[in-house]
Nanobody, 114 residues
Framework: QVQFVESGGGLVQPGGSLRLSCAAS????????MGWYRQAPGEQRELVAA???????NYADSVKGRFTISRDNAKNTVTLQMNKLKPEDTAVYYC????????WGQGTQVTVSS
């Protein structure tokens, strides 16, 4: 069973930045497209950003120009650099394959508030 471990969340003021990291067991990253997802209270989980094995990226319209996804297959990590954060970015953030496996990590909480 694949296990994902997300880290880097926290409380940040509007306009601030955070960098999320994701580690996974095994060689999952080098074999799959990967994505960052988020789930706000009372909302469904949504895709925020995805990156292919070759490094091609796509983003949700709501985060384009503010978030950057990257990957390091040698280190089995995927990161999400989040800049110009807004209160509506508040959510629990998860990484997973794109499209996702049924198994999810615990996620990391991101709270944007003054």
């Amino acid at each position: 069973q694949v296990q994902f471990v997300e880290s880097g969340g926290g409380l940040v003021q509007p306009g601030g930045s955070l960098r999320l990291s994701c580690a996974a067991s095994g060689s999952i990253f080098s074999l799959n497209n990967m994505g960052w997802y988020r789930q706000a209270p009372g909302e469904q989980r949504e895709l925020v950003a995805a990156i292919s094995i070759a490094g091609n990226t796509n983003y949700a319209d709501s985060v384009k120009g503010r978030f950057t996804i990257s990957r390091d297959n040698a280190k089995n990590t995927v990161t999400l650099q989040m800049n110009k954060l807004k209160p509506e970015d508040t959510a629990v953030y998860y990484c997973n394959r794109y499209p996702p496996f049924n198994s999810w990590g615990q996620g990391t909480q991101v709270t944007v508030s003054s």
